[in-house]
Each structure stands twice: as C-alpha cells, then as structure tokens.
Nanobody, 125 residues
C-alpha cells in the first residue's frame, strides 16, 4: 500500500539544474530511509543519494557528491533531489525508493522494498 510518485524529470543542457520530487503515501508506511537511484541503458541501477527520516543523515554516490543534494519534509512525506551542474552522463531514469529495513541509508537496491515509477532525466551535450 506504499505509493511513491516521482516527478520533475525533463531535458536540460549540460551545466543546468533540475529538482526531482518524490511523494510518499500509505497508512502502513513505516519507512526508515529514502533513496534515489538511477539507471541508464545497459547499466546497473546506481545509488545516487539517500536520507534517514529520523535524524536526517545523508549519503551520496561518489559520482554526484558536491553536485546533488537530497532533502526531506517529514510532515509532508516529501523527498527532493536537487541536481546541479548536470552532465550528459547523468542521463538516466531516476527512481525514488523507500526502505523499511535499516536505520542508516542503504546503498544497494536490495535495501529498498518500495519503488516509484521513475522519471526520465536527459542532459544534452
């Protein structure tokens, strides 16, 4: 019954910015952490960023450190991913995910039991 809806993707030029949003709903939701993953054609699903609901600790993939920022609003059950200085290699489908099994931020897809539909991000060279 947990529903994640990701939005905000689109086409941007290299060096531009996008802000992705993820809305979480479900009365049975007992999530501990939220994460963003991305997957490009021919590539494995890659961890991008994550945040713990309680405490707010964050984690980032090496390829996006210093460029992307994850944030949340516990009252609204919302998570955002601010993406700056975008590069063509950032092009991928971005997925929002919820974890109910860890108190930290899982860095692998196995740590997340609920997934959104994904939103396409395309960065033009």
């Amino acid at each position: 019954q947990v529903v994640l809806v990701a939005s905000g993707g689109g086409l941007v030029q290299a060096g531009g910015s996008l802000r992705l949003s993820c809305a979480v709903s479900g009365r049975t939701f007992r999530g501990l952490a939220m994460g963003w993953f991305r997957q490009a054609p021919g590539k494995e699903r890659e961890f991008v960023a994550g945040v713990v609901w309680r405490g707010g600790s964050t984690a980032y993939g090496d390829s996006v450190k210093g460029r992307f920022t994850i944030s949340k609003d516990n009252d609204k059950n919302m998570v955002w991913l601010q993406m700056n200085s975008l590069k063509p290699e950032d092009t991928a489908v971005y997925y929002c995910a919820a974890s109910e099994v860890a108190y930290g931020v899982p860095r692998t897809a196995l740590g997340y039991g609920h997934w959104g539909q994904g939103t396409q991000v395309t960065v033009l060279s």
